[in-house]
């Protein structure tokens, strides 16, 4: 009988580093980041904001293919539109230039972040990482978004 490795190849965590508390908003995915759970991300995110009352999300990005791709851009000018018309949350979306992740406030937070919850004698559990990475930042454990089959 084979093993069959039920874990995972990738874990992925989106984060939201909030300039008005200092806090991060996270959620993770199994697997590599793509299109689909990055549009589950951030209506997950404006649904939080707009619970406190914000009118608008600004975003610095980096050049990611799941930040950049044609589908994230339509889906967000889509809800920017519903936005306007019911009420929500607006994303405004400021891309760097290549190549430049110091000109981004959450990207030492990451590299702290990783520092602290690394283990040199073994690898850790899916399980593992997201609870150490969640008591790091100070953050609720929520179930990771799910990647569409197809």
């Known amino acids: 009988m084979a093993f069959q490795d039920?874990?995972?190849?990738?874990?992925?965590?989106?984060?939201?580093l909030r300039a008005d508390t200092g806090r991060m908003l996270l959620r993770f995915v199994r697997g590599r980041p793509v299109s689909q759970v990055t549009e589950d991300f951030?209506?997950?995110?404006?649904?939080?904001?707009?619970?406190?009352?914000?009118?608008?999300?600004?975003?610095?990005?980096?050049?990611?293919?799941?930040?950049?791709?044609q589908r994230v851009r339509a889906w967000i000018g889509a809800h920017n539109r519903q936005a306007r018309a019911v009420?929500?949350?607006?994303?405004?979306?400021?891309?760097?230039?290549?190549?430049?992740?110091?000109?981004?406030r959450i990207e030492p937070c990451w590299v702290h972040g990783k520092r602290a919850i690394h283990e040199a004698e073994r690898p850790l559990t899916i399980a593992e990482v997201m609870e150490r990475v969640c008591t790091y930042y100070g953050c609720e454990q929520l179930p990771p978004l799910e990647q569409d089959a197809g």
Do not use: F, Q
């Open 87 to 104: 009420g929500g949350v607006r994303i405004v979306t400021c891309r760097l230039p290549s190549k430049s992740p110091w000109l981004n």
């Open 6 to 16: 039920t874990e995972p190849k990738a874990l992925s965590c989106y984060g939201l």
């Open 42 to 69: 951030l209506e997950w995110v404006c649904e939080r904001l707009a619970s406190e009352g914000k009118k608008a999300l600004l975003m610095i990005w980096d050049n990611a293919s799941w930040h950049v791709s």
